[in-house]
Structure formats: structure tokens, C-alpha cells
């Protein structure tokens, strides 16, 4: 085989690999966040139970029973939040240095060979601070990226 053939193969083999990013701003979806607790003293440690509202199947289906995430702000990527499901969905956080929470859904489908994320981001305060953050409240998907 010639090896420009072999790299023209190789090119269409990683295009049908590459990520599909799509605005999600008019979807619905939100990660609803209750107990709330984001706090600092020696350290900033911040915990909360989040599920994720709003469905579109087959590639984002709600998550209804709450997961508890837990971190502190030296984490510098997000923090898989406790288990659920059969290991082929998962919802992830951090809350950067300043203070804009991350929350991340995937969701696989490894019949298809694909992945689908979904992230949204919210700025929120420390109970510590002078204007505490409410323990509940909602944060819009804004953004959704797909690889198949």
C-alpha cells in the first residue's frame, strides 16, 4: 500500500474521531445542587448532592438520585462525585481559585463508540466570605461536546 494512501486512511480514521462541540443554551438541562457547603479555613473544602434535570435520550439521560461531590480548591481538574449507575455515566466538579464551580456530566455509550459531555459553570461563594452562597441552586448546561 502507498503511503499516501496509508495517511489518507489514517486522516479519515482521526475526523471520525474528532469532537462535535454544540451550544446547549436553549436545552433545559440544568445541574440542580443542593446542601451546599463551601468553606475555608486552614484549607477550602466544599462538598454538595447535585443531579442532573433535563433529558434528551438517548445521549443524556437525567440523573434523578442525587451524587455527593467533594473537593478543595487545590484540586485543579474535576473530581469524579460518587458513583451511580453502571460505571457508563458520571458527574465531576471542581470549584477553581476563584471560585467559579465546574460541573461536568459524561455519559458513554460504548456500543456507538462514543462519549457525550456536558459542563456547566457557576460563580458561588465561600460561607466563610461576606455574601454566603444559598445551599440550593441551579447551574445551565452551556456547553455539550460528543466524540463518536
Known amino acids: ?10 486522516l479519515a480514521a482521526l475526523a471520525t474521531s474528532s469532537p462535535i462541540e454544540a451550544r446547549q443554551d436553549d436545552s433545559g438541562n440544568v445541574f440542580s445542587v443542593s446542601d451546599f457547603v463551601f468553606g475555608c ?9 447535585v443531579t442532573v434535570v ?33 460505571g457508563n455515566r458520571y458527574v465531576a466538579a471542581y470549584i477553581t481559585p476563584a471560585n467559579q464551580l465546574r460541573l461536568k456530566y459524561h455519559v458513554t455509550k460504548p456500543r456507538q463508540g462514543a462519549y ?33
Open 54 to 86: 433535563g433529558s434528551q435520550l438517548p445521549n443524556h439521560p437525567p440523573v434523578k438520585n442525587a451524587v455527593t461531590c467533594s473537593g478543595s480548591l487545590e484540586d485543579k481538574d474535576f473530581v469524579e462525585c460518587s458513583e451511580f449507575g453502571n
Open 41 to 49: 479555613t486552614t484549607t477550602c473544602d466544599w462538598s454538595f448532592d
Open 116 to 148: 457525550y459531555e456536558y459542563f456547566g459553570h457557576r460563580k458561588v461563594n465561600a460561607q466563610t466570605s461576606g455574601k454566603p452562597q444559598p445551599t440550593e441552586f441551579t447551574v445551565k448546561e452551556v456547553r455539550a461536546i460528543g466524540v463518536a
Open 1 to 10: 500500500m502507498r503511503a499516501s494512501a496509508i495517511i489518507g486512511l489514517s
